[in-house]
């Protein structure tokens, strides 16, 4: 989710759909290093689960009264993971782009076949779940998209298609 609210406030990449274009992968790898920069503060920073939740605390003993660190031994479990900084990053760049070209190559195709604004919004939500959270974060609608209006999409389908007929507000 951190990565999609990254995107949303850069300008460059919050319109941007999957392609193999410089301007689409570079916005995705400042996207991921937003991501690893909030995991690593979260699991290891000052504002971290370790000293705000005192995660770990079966682990090891709790606290000292003075509030010092109470492992004095070498060995001393946490319950933090070091793998976690690591995975989240790149777990969360490969669900990313999973999104992505599922918005790309599902959503795009539905918004184009149907005027349906509820089938529109629940295959929006349904496959990219995480940005529909960020988006939330963000005051938006889940099912909202940047880069695209649902009617644009289906009006500019159905012309390519020959559906329909472009009337130009020219005389």
């Not at 974060?137 to 007929?165: C, F, I, M, T």
Request: charged fraction near 20%.
């Amino acid at each position: 989710m951190t990565s999609y609210i990254q995107i949303q406030n850069d300008p460059q990449g919050e319109k941007l759909e999957f392609s193999n274009t410089r301007e689409y992968w570079w916005s995705r790898f400042k996207a991921t290093l937003w991501n690893a920069a909030y995991s690593t503060q979260w699991n290891i920073g000052p504002l971290s689960e370790l000293t705000v939740e005192k995660y770990g605390t079966k682990a090891r003993p709790p606290w000292n009264e003075d509030g010092s660190w109470p492992c004095t031994q070498r060995h001393c479990f946490t319950g933090v993971g070091q793998v976690d900084l690591v995975t989240t990053p790149v777990g969360g760049l490969a669900w990313l782009l999973a999104e992505d070209l599922l918005d790309k190559h599902i959503a795009r195709p539905v918004e184009g076949s149907t005027r349906n604004s509820f089938l529109i919004g629940f295959t929006r939500c349904a496959l990219n779940p995480i940005r529909g959270g960020a988006n939330i974060l963000h005051g938006k609608a889940p099912w909202y998209r940047a880069s695209r209006d649902a009617r644009e999409v289906y009006l500019s389908d159905q012309l390519r298609k020959g559906n329909l007929e472009y009337k130009s507000s020219l005389p």
